[in-house]
């Protein structure tokens, strides 16, 4: 555990490093290569809700989370359906990076009945505990308490299940998730804390809301094992993941992972140079240099794991699937009106 006062990102939260191409030296070529399918996947479908609330198709509020895609899927690698997963308001990689599907993605975000949350909860209510995914809130740091208390089920049915609870850097603010923090490290409960430092809150920069652009000093406060990464290396963010899983799986308490990145969209919506008012022009242009999934696949043609003409294939496969997954949320039906008692408690 560092020892030392955490009071800054450092380099981290300067968009001009980590720019190169991440160091995939002794990984699995056939890993690397699903990760980038994978990002590919959550960046295309992201960018395909973006351009139907652009065209009125969709109604609800949308959190974009596209330049993020590799926290969610470096942390995923390493967890079963039967660990417990819970997001927050801009959770679309969480879902599709434990093997959500683009049908029910979609058809949520339209309001149909074959959505995951049958229609009923849109963009920020995901919920499919058949891959682990136990819903996603837009309640600012909601979530947080309640994996704690999956952490909490999950130590006292001793079957290695583990929590994870992703939440951006705003939600640290929240008395409630200080309170999780403390609760998990007296009782030393299993919760993977993934805190997806974007730098901003809505439209608030962390510089300006907080005395350190770094959210890991409270894990340090609470005792709590941590690890402060470039959240757009999806090689670390795993590796560090399988450390953090590992180490709650044996019972050794919960791991708060800071995995440093940068949304490309506003805070709600399409817009990608305004967050709420804030124009980010000149800054967004340069953090999209740490784009995380150009940063792998010059890694992999590089070291001749990938060539270009693949990597296209790559792209143009996951836009069919794209293509058919849109089109059958829009065949499929609304919901009854009579659904709608129906699905506000549990049978």
Known sequence: MTTHLIESLGNLSDPLCYQEPINIVGENKEILLNELRIMWVIRKAEEKIAEQIISGAIKCPCHLGIGQEAAAVGVSAYLTPNDKVFGAHRSHSHF????????????EVLGKVTGCSKGMGGSMHLFDPSIGFHGSVPIVGGSVPIATGAGLAAKLSKKGEVAVS????GAIEEGAV???????S???LPVIFVCENNLFSSHLHIELRQPANTTARFAQANLIEHAVIDGNDVVTVRK??????????????PFFIEAVTYRWRGHVGPSEDTDVGVKRGAELSVWRKRDPLSRLALALIQSNMLTEKTHTDIQEEVDSQIK????N???????ELSAILETVYAK
């Open 96 to 107: 599709l990076a434990l093997g959500g599907t683009l049908d029910s993605l979609f058809a």
């Open 166 to 169: 992703y939440f951006g850097d």
């Open 178 to 184: 200080q309170e999780s923090l403390n609760l998990a």
């Open 186 to 188: 007296v009782m030393k």
């Open 240 to 253: 560090t993941a399988q450390r953090a899983i590992e180490h709650a799986r044996a019972g050794k308490g």
């Open 324 to 327: 058919e997954a849109w089109q």
């Open 329 to 335: 949320a829009l065949n499929a039906p609304y919901p």
